[in-house]
């Protein structure tokens, strides 16, 4: 890809004033165009032979750089709701600075692999029609998704408050968080609370945080040595009204741990009538037989605690 430059300005699409035609009205042309999936608001980078993973909401933002499939630009938001996503309290920087250091080791390994990437629908033709830009995102209060709190101790997600964060692959902006190895031989568990990647399927609560749930319990699958059992996922409304809780559980065991482990996956998931996807999401990961140590009780409180703040 040629130097950075910024996006000429190109003929509107009559079904969206002053926006950007499709590439089939346009010749094909690179450039920032409607999300074909009708992501309210948002543009996808077309490269001149397919939709790439690249969003942005300003249509003349310069194009991507080559490295075009591994960071976004800031996704999804307006800059209303890009000050609203300021994390209050204590999230990334010295979350990032700290697991840095951290020896990784037992469970805290899993936690901090990536969970399983979920393949995208099929984007079809480029669309012609483009939606207006109407999403509102009021609602986001600068203390957190949904107004929540992030989990507290003994998650590391103190420090200064910071900017929302893209969280690949399925976090498109957010906070997230994971407890210290101090302990990795017996549990742990992470979150990850934000908008959702619009490369993730769902539709409604149910469908997105089944796919989320999924795509986190597969990372565990992925790192077990054996699968022990899994149980069917349990879906009920969740404490926000209008959300949807997904619960995956299973039996483990990991290479190198001694015992058998008890994963879990809770989603809480939301979709708004604008499309704004929202999760909360942690995983926990705990020996079978310390399910009532005082330790692992002090992880299930702050993420209950997170949770029930989200109403």
């Known amino acids: 890809m040629s ?8 003929a509107a699409d009559p079904t969206g004033p002053g926006t950007p035609a499709s590439p089939a009205r346009d010749g094909g042309n690179v450039g920032w165009y409607h999300d074909p999936r009708g992501l309210t608001g948002t543009y996808r980078w077309w490269d001149g032979a397919e939709w790439t993973d690249w969003l942005t909401t300003e249509p003349e933002s310069p194009p991507p750089g080559p490295a075009r499939r591994t ?26 600075i700290g697991l840095a250091v951290l020896t990784v080791r037992g469970v805290q390994a899993v936690l901090n692999q990536p969970p399983a990437a979920v393949a995208p629908a099929d984007l079809g033709v480029p669309r012609i029609d483009a939606p207006e830009v109407v999403a509102d995102y009021s609602e986001i209060s600068i ?24 969280i ?6 957010g906070a997230s968080g994971i407890t210290s190895s101090d ?18 399927p769902g539709d409604d609560g149910e469908e997105l945080g089944r796919a989320v749930a999924a795509a986190r319990h597969q990372r565990t699958v992925d790192a077990a040595e054996r699968v022990v059992s899994t149980a069917e996922p349990v879906v009920r409304p969740g404490q926000r009204a209008g959300s949807t809780l997904v619960e995956q559980r299973a039996v483990m065991r990991f290479a190198g741990i001694e015992g058998e482990f ?50």
């Open 3 to 10: 130097t950075p430059y910024r996006q000429p300005a190109r």
């Open 143 to 166: 203390h957190g998704i949904w107004g929540a709190s992030l989990p507290s101790f003994p998650f590391n997600s103190e420090g200064d408050s910071t900017k929302a964060r893209p």
């Open 168 to 173: 690949p692959p399925l976090i498109a902006s």
């Open 71 to 96: 960071v976004r630009p800031d996704p999804l938001l307006g800059p209303r709701a890009r000050r609203a996503l300021i994390v209050g309290g204590a999230v990334l920087a010295a979350l990032v």
């Open 262 to 311: 008890e994963t879990a996956q809770i989603v809480q998931a939301e979709v708004w009538p604008d499309g704004t996807r929202i999760v909360w999401t942690a995983t926990t990961i705990v020996r079978t037989d310390l399910t009532e140590d005082p330790g692992f009780l002090e992880i299930r409180t702050a993420l209950d605690e997170s949770l029930a703040s989200t109403r």
């Open 183 to 200: 302990s990795a031989d017996k549990y742990g568990g992470s979150f990850q609370v934000g908008l959702v990647d619009p490369s993730v």
